[in-house]
Every structure is written in structure tokens, then in C-alpha cells.
């Protein structure tokens, strides 16, 4: 079977190196490339075509929900996990808004990453179980 | 030859497994633990004594710049790398008032926290070039700001429980995580204010956020 294509797209370089490792311990995925902005991430993410893009909020320009917002149309295929340390409703609202399809926060990572990539390979949600489940379900249907 | 012994402080799960990784790719450094908080921090350096601790600034219960100080005090042998998102060189002078040598932006690349170990592993400092720029830079126009000389006057266990209260805890939360009288935490709370001149609980929160003493 073919693995799953994943872009990292973080500014934090030890923050990628961890989801990376998480990620390598595991065949079913392949780290086809790393971001350190929102600049980076959107040229990787044209070039590259990856299935999921794990993207962060708080970036250097353009932020994570404004790269969000064009690859969802420029690359159908690809899927977007937003990741953050924002345990806000705000940040949920606006991430479902730009169109990704999951939203994890950075202290539930380790956990629940591979359960919420999971989820998004077989065209369901996520949400980390910080948020009320029918405010993540109304958001994120 | 001794493996030159690493702890790791950091709130996050992932950014732990990050850096440990990093670490443990270097032939002759050891991971010898792993804390969540400052406070965990400053305790598992007390019993296991690192050669290095790597320690973020943003945790709970106790931040990784008051956590530094302890941990100077406690273990002035263990050198200390302070890993930070925060880009500016209020941080950098807070980072090395506190006791810290060596300072490494989250932005910063693996080699750069590899090279910040290695120096100080023969107790050198290390400042990434972007924080030695900024800092040399900015050092010649540093505002001095009223309330930030008062800043300075708050003690080690004022800051400690201005965190607290900001995080939202009680006095008696706060009494008892300390281990202090109620009371005693009380009148902690208000010399803080005092000193800062603030009028309300509210007005403490914003004054630790916008300080960086809690995320917001």
C-alpha cells in the first residue's frame, strides 16, 4: 500500500523534528518535506502535493490560516490538520472556516496525532478532545 | 569517557521528543530526564544533577526564567539552555539575568541547539547570531520604564506566585502548592500589587501576560 504523503509545516524546528519522529515510527507515513513558514509551506505544498498538510498557526507570514485558505483550493487533494497551542474557539472557528479538516492542539501531539491522521485519511474530522464534541461537530461536520 | 548527561524541560510532549532525539543522536550525551513544568525542572535537576538542562520559558506552574534562577542556586554546576519562541531582547536580558548561558530561539535550527549543548558542555555561553544582533543592537536604546525597575524589585517568591495568581489560582491554591499560610500568600498578593501598582486581580493577569510571565 502506498504511504501517506505529509508535509510539516512548523517554525518551530524542534517541534517538527518530534511530529517527524512520531511520524517515522510508523510505515504507513512518509515526511515528503518540512516548512519553516507560511511562504515555505505554500511552495512545498504546490510542489510536492502532499495528501496531509500538518500546519501550525502562529507562523511567520503568511500564518498558518492564510495558507490554509489557498492550498484548499489550489490542491484539492491535499488535507490540512491545523496544529496549535491556541485551546481557543476562536482559532477552531476560524480554522474550520479556511477549510481544514482537523484541528489538534500541540499538548495533545504525541498522543493524538496518528489518530487524528487516521480520522482524516478515511474523509472524517478531528478535534482535540479539549473542545465541547457538539460545537467540534457543528464547526467540523 | 562520562556521557555528558541532558534534561529536558518542556511543557510539550512532542517538542520533548524532538529534543530528545536531537540529543540522543550525539554520540556521548544522554537523556538522564524529562520535566513538564519549572518546577518539575528544578527538582529532577536537584536529584539527577545534569551536566546541561535544555528549559523552555513558557510552562506552567513555574516559568522556565524563575525556574532558572532556582536551579543556578541549586545545582551551580549544571549549566543551563534556555529554548524560547519569544524573538525579542527584553527576553534575551531577562534570559541572561536569570542565570542562563546559552539561549536558542524554538525558530532556530537543530544544528544551532547541538552547537548551544556543545558549548556549554565546556562551559562556554552560547546566544544564537539572531539574539546576539538583537541584543547588541537594542542594548544602546533600552527604554528604562518606571514599572519595569519596579519589575525588578518583585522577589524570586513574589514572581512566582504573580505566575500563580495569573494562571488562576486562588490564594489558597496557591498556599498550598507553595506550601505557605494562606495568609502569607495573601499578603504576598498584595505587596505585588503594590509594587507594580495595580488595583485588581485583572489587572495583575494582564500585567503577567503582557510580560510574558504567562501566555495568554
Known amino acids: 500500500m502506498a504511504s501517506t504523503r505529509v508535509l510539516l509545516s512548523d517554525d518551530h524546528s524542534f517541534m517538527r523534528r518530534g511530529l517527524r519522529t512520531i511520524l517515522e515510527a510508523n510505515d504507513r507515513y512518509e515526511v515528503c518535506g518540512e516548512a519553516g513558514d507560511g511562504r515555505e509551506t505554500l511552495e512545498l505544498a504546490s510542489q510536492l502535493a502532499p495528501d496531509i498538510v500538518i500546519l501550525d498557526i502562529s507562523m511567520p507570514p503568511p500564518n498558518g490560516l492564510e495558507v490554509a485558505a489557498k492550498p484548499s483550493q489550489s490542491l484539492p487533494g491535499t488535507k490540512i490538520l491545523m496544529i496549535t497551542m491556541h485551546d481557543s474557539e476562536e482559532m477552531l472557528r476560524a480554522a474550520a ?42 464547526l467540523f461536520p | 569517557m562520562n556521557a555528558l548527561k541532558v534534561l529536558i524541560a518542556d511543557d510539550h510532549d512532542v517538542v520533548r521528543k524532538g529534543l530528545r532525539m536531537l540529543i540522543e543522536e550525539h554520540t ?43 536551579i543556578r542556586k541549586a545545582c551551580p554546576r549544571t549549566e543551563v539552555l534556555v529554548i524560547t519562541h519569544h524573538d ?3 527576553m534575551a536580558a531577562e534570559v541572561m539575568e536569570a542565570g542562563a548561558r546559552g539561549y536558542v530561539l524554538k525558530s532556530d535550527s537543530d544544528t544551532d541547539l547541538v552547537r548551544a549543548v556543545e558549548a556549554l558542555s565546556h562551559h562556554k555561553p552560547f546566544f544564537t547570531s539572531r539574539v546576539t544582533e538583537m541584543f547588541l543592537a537594542n542594548r544602546g ?20 506566585i504573580l505566575q500563580l495568581i495569573a494562571e488562576g489560582k486562588t490564594a489558597k491554591e496557591v498556599a498550598t502548592i ?14 505585588i500589587m503594590r509594587k507594580l501598582d495595580l488595583h485588581s486581580v485583572a489587572e495583575l493577569v494582564r500585567y503577567a501576560i503582557r510580560n510574558k510571565v504567562v501566555e495568554p
Open chain 2, 178 to 191: 507553595l506550601g505557605i499560610a494562606t495568609k502569607t500568600s495573601d499578603t504576598h498578593r498584595t505587596n
Open chain 1, 97 to 138: 472556516a479556511v477549510g481544514a479538516s482537523g484541528y489538534l492542539l500541540k499538548s495533545d501531539a504525541e498522543e493524538l496525532l496518528l489518530v487524528a491522521l487516521q480520522r482524516l485519511e478515511s474523509g472524517e474530522r478531528f478535534v482535540s478532545p479539549a473542545f465541547d464534541s457538539d460545537l467540534a461537530n457543528s
Open chain 2, 28 to 70: 556521548g550525551w544522554q537523556v538522564c530526564g524529562e520535566a513538564r513544568s519549572g518546577r518539575e525542572a528544578v527538582e529532577k535537576c536537584t536529584q539527577l544533577n545534569p551536566d546541561v538542562i535544555v528549559i523552555d520559558v513558557s510552562m506552567p506552574d513555574l516559568n522556565g526564567l524563575e525556574a532558572t534562577k532556582q
Open chain 2, 141 to 160: 536604546s533600552r527604554v528604562t520604564d518606571p514599572v519595569e525597575m519596579m519589575r525588578g524589585r518583585l522577589t524570586p517568591r513574589e514572581r512566582e
Open chain 2, 88 to 90: 525579542s531582547d527584553e
